[in-house]
């Protein structure tokens, strides 16, 4: 089992930068793949970015392709997301969650375990 914690949200104005990150208490860190959701008020929850085990493999929501870098330091137990050139739509909660996979996971409901989520605010 692990244990999620999001850090780095906040308000920026649109075309800043954020960056998240998600620690990870236990010690099998890089045997989950990780994500990032996004949940804006209203709509459902969407997968914006994943990342595989090693961190090799990415994959991105096409709505943040280009903007969104995700990467992980297995070593610190951490999972990031950069997010440049911020859109007022992408004011959401952002979550952090994994699932122990060899694969990339881009469906949400695969994902097992969760952080409480931190909330990302972009004022145009």
């Known amino acids: 089992q692990v244990q999620l914690v999001e850090s780095g949200g906040g308000l920026v104005q649109a075309g800043g930068s954020l960056r998240l990150s998600c620690a990870a208490s236990g010690r099998t860190f890089s045997s989950y793949a990780m994500g990032w959701i996004r949940q804006a008020p209203g709509k459902e929850r969407e997968v914006v970015a994943a990342?595989?085990?090693?961190?090799?493999?990415?994959d991105y929501a096409s709505s943040v392709k280009g903007r969104f870098t995700i990467s992980r330091d297995n070593a610190k137990n951490t999972v990031y997301l950069q997010m440049n050139s911020l859109k007022p739509e992408d004011t959401a909660v952002y979550y952090c969650?994994?699932?122990?996979?060899?694969?990339?996971?881009?469906?949400?409901?695969?994902?097992?375990?969760w952080g409480q989520g931190t909330q990302v605010t972009v004022s145009s």
């Open positions: 990342i595989s085990r090693g961190g090799i493999y990415t």
């Open positions: 969650a994994g699932r122990v996979s060899s694969v990339l996971i881009r469906r949400v409901d695969d994902y097992v375990y």
